[in-house]
């Protein structure tokens, strides 16, 4: 365990090196990531300012969904993205086979190898929009803590989809339109379930939990939901990860490798 | 103990057939027809500790097929493959720190940083300490007269800097069993050998076993006394390289120097004409009939000079690929 830390602070200082060559990439992420959010808000103030508003979510609440969709966001443009999609790549270019000979879980080194800082700005944009949220409904310290609970699950969750979903290009090699449709399906997660009609409130719930990654940690802060939503969460998440351990020692089996 | 041990091996894979054209294009899309491909087939051969085996075949023999076998990375169809001891494809740490697999159109180092910090990742994966890695970084830079390279980004370096740092990425954990895939790819004629010298001296120093395919038969020649030959999946030849050449060729070269300029149409009686180029003229001669053959010559054209040789491997080699199926 202690060997992986070590392994891991290694990967991570040598992709910050890496990515810290082109610096001017760090402007054009906040930038962007500024933009998105503004977007995001100006569409829920909008809404708001109509008079209409989600079922049972007033203004501020609503608001702090769109700021843990931000920062899930910039965790996974900071964690997920750059790891999971490379996937695809070692797949295609056959350099798979260099990982699979280190004599490391092969599925660590692909969901760790690098971290790129670009989702920094996302994450910082999301934690100042849920305090902000979270100031104005008075919200006590605690709540935030009991919140980061859902909060990981939720990662969880979407990695592990992520990853089975990477995974599957051992068959399919040309699998990187995939991810997208996960990305674009998890847009969903930015307006709180509550605005959607039941049909697709079931389709995000059940198929693609998109839910469990920002409805469930905001009830959670907000004092609404108790212990039933983590608990859930919890439990999905743990299957997940156990089942996207076993699908890619279960696919590593079909790998053939890029000829030369 | 043998280092690697494979008996029997074979490797069917599935691969899709698509006609040509739109029709064709379609029909794939919609119903996959698939055909099984014998990679690889009863294949079987011993490697001992120490020795260098250059593994020949022509493209899409079999040769990276069996080599991937042999590292684990894809599971056998049948048959079974010992490397060290360990069963491949289990991809234990033991086996796994053992070994090494080097491709020369793959490239593991980080493009945009200096070659270092690969290695320090690698020494990381290994749990080689940052002593250990300091003195093995500098012992084989020396060796592969890398100095002062390592520290410039990858993208810097020429082809034949990167393709050296990546044989010292994929060394540092001192393995004993190494295999490489056409290494000296792409390098020019001083990189190839410079490459070359290196696999020898690590060879010695080491004692490390290497098992080597390359397009080049000048890597062949310089590094293998062994070579495995492989054709259509399988193995047709398994001996020193010396023999390939009876073996498959048992003809000799003969280079003839004339008196004044004979046109091929003229020489062609004599042998196999190779090439002609003013009063120089090289034939391939059947071993049998060599006397005759040289005694006939000698009687009817004006001969300054006369040199008798064992054909280049090359040409040896491209034979036995042109003749197709080989009787064992």
Same mark, same amino acid.
């Given at each position: 365990m202690e060997r992986y830390f070590r392994i891991l602070r290694i990967f991570w200082s040598t992709a910050i090196a890496a990515e810290l060559e082109y610096r001017i990439n760090f402007a054009i992420a906040a930038f962007t990531s500024l933009g998105g959010l503004v977007g995001s808000l100006f569409g829920l103030f909008l809404f708001y300012q109509t008079g209409s508003s989600f079922p049972g979510w007033r203004w501020e609440e609503a608001l702090i969904v769109v700021g843990i969709f931000t920062l899930l966001e910039g965790f996974s443009s900071t964690f997920l993205a750059p790891n999971l999609n490379r996937i695809v790549r070692h797949v295609q270019e056959g350099t798979l086979d260099f990982v699979l000979l280190k004599p490391i879980s092969s599925q660590f080194w692909l969901s760790a190898h690098t971290v790129s800082p670009w989702g920094l700005p996302d994450i910082f944009f999301g934690i100042a929009t849920i305090l902000y949220g979270g100031i104005k409904l008075e919200i006590e310290p605690f709540a935030y803590f009991v919140s980061i609970v859902p909060l990981i699950f939720g990662l969880a969750i979407l990695y592990s989809l992520w990853f089975m979903l990477g995974a599957t290009s051992i068959w399919f090699v040309k699998i990187y339109n995939v991810t997208e449709v996960l990305r674009g399906l998890l847009e969903a997660g930015r307006f709180p379930m509550a605005a959607y009609p039941t049909a697709y409130r079931v389709f995000f719930t &059940?198929? =693609?939990? =998109?839910? &469990?990654?920002?409805t469930t940690p905001a009830e959670t802060l907000l004092g609404r939901s108790g212990i039933a939503g983590t608990v859930v969460a919890g439990l999905l998440a743990i299957a997940l990860l156990f089942v996207a351990h076993w699908f890619w020692r279960f696919a590593l089996r079909f790998y053939t490798s890029a000829s030369s | 103990m043998s280092t690697i041990v494979v008996e029997h091996l074979s490797k069917v894979y599935p691969v899709a057939v698509k006609e040509a054209g739109l029709k064709g294009t379609l029909t794939h899309f919609f119903k996959r027809t698939y055909r099984q491909v014998k990679a690889v087939q009863d294949v079987s051969f011993k490697i001992e500790p120490g020795e260098i085996v250059g593994f020949l075949g022509a493209n899409g023999a079999g040769k990276t097929t069996t080599l991937k076998m042999l590292t684990g990375l894809i599971h056998p169809s049948s048959g079974r493959v010992e490397v060290a001891g360990h069963i491949p494809f289990q991809r234990r740490s033991a086996f796994l720190s053992q070994v090494t697999l080097v491709m020369g159109q793959k490239q593991q180092l980080i493009w945009d940083l200096p070659a270092l910090d690969s290695f320090k990742i690698n020494a990381a994966v290994y749990g080689i300490s940052d002593r250990a890695l300091e003195h093995r970084v500098g012992e084989l830079s020396e060796m592969l007269s890398l100095g002062g390279k390592l520290n410039q980004p990858v993208r810097k370096l020429s082809l034949g800097e990167r393709m050296k740092a990546e044989l010292l990425a994929a060394l540092l954990h001192e393995p004993n069993v190494l295999f490489l895939d056409e290494?000296? @790819?792409? @390098?020019?004629v001083n990189a190839q050998v410079a490459v070359r010298e290196f696999l020898r001296e690590y060879n010695q120093r080491y004692r490390a076993t290497i098992l080597l395919t390359s397009h080049y038969m000048a890597d062949i020649t310089a590094l293998c006394e062994r070579v495995l030959m492989i054709h259509q999946g399988q193995l047709i030849y398994d001996g020193s390289l010396d023999g390939l050449v009876d073996r498959f060729s048992p003809c000799r070269e003969v280079k003839v120097e004339f008196a004044r300029p004979y046109s091929a149409h003229e020489l062609s009686v004599y042998g196999d004409i190779q090439d002609v180029d003013k009063q120089y003229a090289r034939f391939l001669v059947q071993q049998e009939g060599l006397t005759g053959a040289i005694a006939k010559i000698l009687a009817d054209l004006q001969v300054i000079d006369l040199t008798i040789s064992d054909p280049p491997i090359e040409e040896v080699i491209g034979r036995v690929f042109q003749a197709g199926t080989v009787a064992r």
């Open positions: &059940f198929v =693609v939990p =998109v839910a &469990f990654l920002t | 290494p000296t @790819l792409g @390098l020019d």
